[in-house]
């Protein structure tokens, strides 16, 4: 069974990458935000209680000054992380900032893996340069 992935946040650069990876990969990738940023052409759910349910890795992107307010209702919390029922992973994009749009329960849960997962980046990247290259 594939990974089901869930990306809140708004029609920006992060998600428009999400959305490539899944038309490139056949990737299963759900948007949650409000209806006003819906990125055509990915399935979308505006009701981030509902969204959380169906999530095994759960995405974020940093959000500027402008958004904070739209995305009041969609902050990722140690709660909702946990009411997905299913240990899920959960990889905010940097920056995200503590206490804003992701609440520091939800950093400190068992489900986030954005250290470790920054940490071998790099690796990642640099595998994908060399793969083009050759």
Known sequence: MSKRYLYIGPNKNIGYAWKEAADAFGLNV????????????????????????????????????ELVDDFRDYKI????LSSSGRDIIFNPCP??????EVSA???DS??????????????VQQAIIDYCLE
Not at 77 to 80: K, S, V
Not at 110 to 123: E, P, R
């Open 110 to 123: 068992k489900y986030f893996v954005g250290y470790k997962f920054k940490k071998s980046l790099i690796n």
């Open 77 to 80: 919390t140690g709660e909702l």
């Open 30 to 65: 759900t948007q949650c935000s409000p209806d006003k940023y819906a990125i055509d052409g990915i399935d979308f759910e505006n009701d981030i209680h509902k969204a959380i349910k169906n999530a095994d890795v759960v995405i974020t992107d940093s959000l500027s000054n």
């Open 95 to 100: 920056p995200f900032y503590r206490g804003e």
């Open 105 to 107: 329960d939800a950093i």
